[in-house]
């Protein structure tokens, strides 16, 4: 019986072992440190938020041609890639131009040849004036002689000296110098409106401008940059055909960029061209000093707003178009000096703000005085100090004391 029972307390403290060594993995695990919570974050800046509603809108280029050639043609040469930098008069592409150099020729040959047929005619001219001025230079000297002679036969023949037939010899003498002279006054005044006419002058000229449109459709197979800009889109390759209905090249101008929003009938009040408005840029994280620089008298009934462009300056190119910019119209109202971060950072629990900052990598909740704020951002009176880092994005996942993870906005 003894031996049942040291047996028994023998198979107890065994089994007591084997659950101890079996319920420490369980407390390993416990031990094990929890995984950190991916969040974005923000950092503090001074700035400044205006009472005044936000506006969202999106940058554009100020300027964007489309380049398409003048004329039809294969694309013998692209100069040009996406993105390249490119100043106003550069080559952007090049079309084939052998069909062209042969049209040149043959209007230069034209050309030629009118303009020797023209000095051809006019010495001709020249010389037919001439020699219509002699012959009626010695019509009007022969026409003198025969009204002479015909006196002087006239005074005769009444003295009896001549004849009846030497009289009417002279009379019909003078009739033919009459004849001849009026003659001779007809091809002299039909050579000077010959002269005066130039009817291969006007070949000439047609000549010449026939060469002008050829050498000009020669110029417009070389494209050139018809301002200075980036590359934005490049839409044709070597060996395609080009049209003028279709373009080759795109280029923008993105310095400055616009933001182009419509403002309500309440607001475009308190703006004319050369306002101050403030503008974040949510991509960039970043907060922009801006200006007004048109405004239509005309609200776009559609929206029903008044369509208004605001330029930001972009010498760096850090701006790109299409970012989405949130504008902040300044009513005079702001503290320029204050704290201000995104709104989404700020939450309430029992009547007071929140916020998370982010330590090393652990997120610490901060109390926080709220002041002015706009659609998208929030001043903050106190509780936080200009560089802090305020989570923005994944706080619903956190507690005072979470290990976070820091994430780029957009991953």
């Not at 043609?73 to 069909?99: M, P």
């Not at 208004?308 to 504008?327: C, F, H, Q, R, Y």
């Not at 994944?394 to 005072?400: E, F, H, I, S, V």
Request: charged share 20%.
């Amino acid at each position: 019986m003894r031996r049942v029972n040291q047996y028994l307390s023998r198979l107890l403290l065994l089994t007591l072992v084997l659950a101890g060594c079996s319920a420490q993995p369980a407390a390993v695990d416990d031990q094990k440190e929890e995984l950190p919570t991916p969040v974005q974050v923000e950092t503090v800046t001074e700035g400044s938020v205006g009472v005044a509603a936000g506006l969202t809108g999106t940058l554009v280029p100020e300027k964007e041609v489309q380049v398409a050639p003048k004329i039809s043609g294969k694309i013998q040469s692209l100069r040009v890639e996406l993105g390249q930098t490119v100043k106003q008069g550069d080559v952007l592409f090049t079309l084939d131009q052998q069909d062209l150099q042969n049209a040149v020729k043959q209007a230069e040959a034209a050309y030629n040849l009118a303009l020797a047929n023209f000095k051809q005619n006019d010495v001709n001219t020249a010389q037919g004036l001439e020699q219509a001025k002699n012959s009626l230079t010695q019509a009007e000297q022969a026409l003198a002689d025969a009204k002479r002679n015909e006196q002087r036969m006239q005074q005769l023949f009444s003295q009896g000296a001549i004849s009846q037939q030497q009289y009417e010899q002279a009379q019909s003498a003078l009739t033919n110098a009459q004849t001849a002279y009026n003659n001779a006054k007809t091809a002299y005044e039909t050579a000077q409106r010959q002269a005066s006419v130039a009817v291969s002058q006007a070949s000439v000229e047609q000549a010449r401008v026939s060469l002008e449109n050829a050498r000009e459709q020669l110029a417009n197979a070389t494209v050139t940059a018809p301002i200075s800009g980036v590359v934005s889109a490049v839409s044709g390759s070597v060996g395609e055909i080009a049209s003028p209905q279709m373009p080759v090249v795109v280029l923008v101008k993105t310095d400055p960029l616009l933001v182009k929003v419509n403002v309500s009938e309440q607001e475009i009040t308190k703006l004319s061209p050369g306002s101050k408005v403030t503008v974040f840029l949510p991509a960039l994280n970043k907060q922009l000093a801006a200006s007004v620089t048109a405004i239509s008298p005309v609200m776009d009934q559609q929206v029903k707003g008044y369509p208004v462009e605001i330029s930001i300056p972009n010498p760096t190119g850090e701006l790109k178009a299409d970012m989405v910019a949130k504008v902040q119209l300044s009513d005079g109202t702001e503290n320029k000096n204050s704290l201000v971060i995104s709104r989404s950072a700020v939450f309430e629990e029992s009547g007071k703000r929140y916020v998370y900052i982010v330590q090393g990598d652990t997120a610490k909740r901060v109390e926080v005085t709220t002041g002015a704020e706009s659609s998208d951002r929030i001043e903050i009176v106190s509780g936080l100090k200009k560089g802090d880092q305020v989570v923005v994005k994944g706080q619903a996942m956190l507690k005072d004391g979470s290990k976070v993870k820091i994430q780029q906005q957009g991953d």
